[in-house]
Structures are given as structure tokens and as C-alpha cells.
């Protein structure tokens, strides 16, 4: 166990539905992550929050919408999504936003787009 | 363009054996490079690296990086079944981290 944890663990939604991901870190970290991780593709990074502020959104469609509304939550909310937008989706936290914080993954989410 | 590359991306040895993981990079303004290990979900962290030629051991894992020729590499020894999983490499600039693909290990018995 991480200290990270993420619900749901899998998830299976329409492209017309609107559904959120939840994270939850116990570490006392201020910096959290949102990673999607394709079957044929890298670790991805999405989103960063530095407390609570977003701070980096790498070229995400708005069709995933973050929010942070403190440093141990972090949501992910999904609305009109794609097929191709299946994925693992992964949540991780580090102490303080740098290079030198190891971050943490939850265990993530596997979501399924019909 | 920045990009981190593993290799190989996948690998069969015997219970016993000895591997060696490599990552090569290419990113600018470089901080660290980290290798992790995912064995189901979760990316499990194993070292960051921030400086050449400082090995790095745990147990019987041990990584090096190398600033200058842009790699680093991630050594197994006597490897067991429980070494099975995918490691990734990745790379922490001023403002993003890049991960490689991947090189999934398969340990037999």
C-alpha cells in the first residue's frame, strides 16, 4: 500500500456520460499527478497541481477536466470521452513539486470507453 | 524533442541470471532520471539518479547514470521469478517528466 488511492479501480462508461476519478493521498504531499497509460504508448503525464494550483496541462483535450480542491484530493472528471481515451489512468503525489521528489502512483484506474 | 528510449523493450532470462536494463535520453535542462518498477498498476519507485558515475545499489539492483553519454542502465543480479515486471525509465526536467516505454522482464524459473 502506497498511501495513494484511487477510485474506481475500473470503470466502464459511454462516450455520451460524464463520470469523475478519484485520488487520495495519506503522505502529506503537496504536489499531485494525473499519468494515462496506454497499452501501446508510454506513461503519459496529463496534469500537475502544486498546492492545489494547476501548474502544467500537456496539451490534454478538455474533455478531461482536473481539479484539486486540496492537496490530498485530486479528481479527474471525464465527459464525452473517445474510445481511444481507454486507458490505465494513474495518480501519483511527491512531497514538493522538482525533480529531486520521488512521486508515489496509486494503484490506478482502468477505464473503458464503449 | 525530448525523448527517453529503453532497451530492450522485452526480455526472457532463467532464474539466476544477470540483466542489464538500458535508458538512453535526450531532454533539455536534465534534473534526474528514475527507474521504476510495475509489476501490476502501480509504478513502484527504485532509484533516482542524479549524478554520473555514482552507483546506486538496493539489495541486488543497482543503477548508474551517465550525463555525458546520456544513458543509464539498471542491473539485476540473480535475478528471481519476483523480478518479473516492466521497468521505466524516467527522465525529470525543469518542467516535465518523460517516461520510456518500458522493457518488460520475464523471469522463468
Known amino acids: 500500500e502506497t498511501g495513494v488511492t484511487q477510485t474506481p479501480r475500473h470503470l466502464v462508461m459511454g462516450m455520451t456520460n460524464k463520470k469523475s476519478l478519484k485520488c487520495e493521498q495519506h503522505?502529506?504531499?503537496?504536489?499531485m499527478y494525473w499519468y494515462k497509460q496506454s497499452a501501446k504508448k508510454p506513461l503519459e503525464l496529463m496534469f500537475v497541481?502544486?498546492?492545489?494550483?494547476?501548474?502544467e496541462n500537456n496539451s490534454v483535450p478538455s474533455r478531461f477536466s482536473p481539479e484539486c480542491p486540496n492537496s490530498s484530493h485530486l479528481f479527474l472528471h471525464l465527459h464525452t470521452l473517445q474510445p481511444e481515451d481507454s486507458a490505465l489512468y494513474l495518480c501519483?503525489?511527491?512531497?514538493?513539486?522538482?525533480?529531486?521528489?520521488?512521486?508515489?502512483f496509486g494503484p490506478g484506474t482502468r477505464l473503458t470507453v464503449t | 524533442e525530448d525523448k527517453v528510449v529503453q532497451s530492450p523493450l522485452s526480455l526472457v532470462v532463467h532464474e539466476g541470471d544477470t540483466v542489464t536494463l538500458n535508458c538512453s535520453y535526450e531532454?533539455?535542462?536534465?534534473?534526474?532520471l528514475l527507474w521504476y518498477k510495475q509489476e501490476k498498476k502501480a509504478p513502484t519507485f527504485l532509484f533516482m539518479l542524479?549524478?554520473?558515475?555514482i552507483e546506486k545499489k538496493s539489495g541486488r539492483l543497482s543503477s548508474i547514470l551517465d550525463k555525458k553519454e546520456l544513458f543509464s542502465i539498471l542491473n539485476i543480479t540473480a535475478t528471481q521469478t519476483g523480478d518479473s515486471a516492466i521497468y521505466l525509465c524516467?527522465?525529470?526536467?525543469?518542467?516535465?517528466?518523460?517516461f520510456g516505454a518500458g522493457t518488460r522482464l520475464t523471469v522463468k524459473p
Open positions: 503522505l502529506g504531499h503537496n504536489a
Open positions: 497541481y502544486n498546492f492545489k494550483e494547476q501548474t
Open positions: 542524479t549524478s554520473s558515475g
Open positions: 531532454v533539455t535542462n536534465f534534473r534526474s
Open positions: 501519483a503525489s511527491s512531497q514538493l513539486l522538482g525533480a529531486t521528489y520521488e512521486q508515489y
Open positions: 524516467a527522465v525529470h526536467n525543469n518542467n516535465d517528466m518523460r
